[in-house]
């Protein structure tokens, strides 16, 4: 089996962070090398003890940098937010790319979480009362909102 490449963002943060660690910790996945998105010095240094390679981009408005990273790479793991369409969408399309040039499959885990749904105040967005079920289709508000 050739060595799988693993992309990762969120790294430094608490479910991104958790991943990786659960990645390091599997001594099958450790063999794979792992980059991981950072936007700071400081979240470098977080990570330089790590059997990984941080690499510096601008932010996740940085589609065309993102497809291009995710066409080095065979798994993307982006755990930096939920709720930016262009990032995934960067993503799948590097993906893609890989997938074409190498004719081996490739995986995305988008990460998602309650942030998805919560209200916006500071941005003047998805100001609502919405209380949520665990009967509500969820997908289907997601996209309604994904309209507005």
């Known amino acids: 089996m050739e060595t799988q490449r693993i992309l990762i963002t969120g790294a430094t943060g ?3 962070g958790s ?5 390091l910790a ?3 996945l450790v ?5 991981a998105l950072v936007r700071t010095q400081a979240q470098a240094s977080t990570l330089s003890s790590l059997p990984m390679t941080p690499l510096f981009f601008k932010n996740l408005d940085d589609t065309d940098f993102l497809t291009e990273v995710a066409s080095a790479h065979d798994i993307v793991i982006h755990t930096a937010n939920g709720y930016h369409v262009p990032s ?7 993906l893609a790319q890989r997938k074409w040039k190498t ?5 995305y885990i988008h990460n998602s979480g309650s942030s ?4 916006r105040p500071v941005s003047k967005a998805y100001i609502e009362t919405k209380v949520f079920s665990d009967k509500d289709d969820v997908y289907v508000y997601e ?3 994904e309209k507005n």
Do not use: S
Not at 103 to 107: D, G, I, L, P, S
């Open 19 to 23: 991943v990786l660690t659960t990645i």
């Open 26 to 28: 599997n001594p099958f």
């Open 88 to 94: 995934a969408q960067a993503f799948i399309r590097g």
């Open 116 to 119: 998805n749904f919560r209200d």
């Open 143 to 145: 996209k309604m909102r």
């Open 14 to 16: 608490y479910v991104g």
């Open 103 to 107: 004719r081996r499959e490739v995986h």
């Open 31 to 35: 063999k794979f090398p792992i980059t």
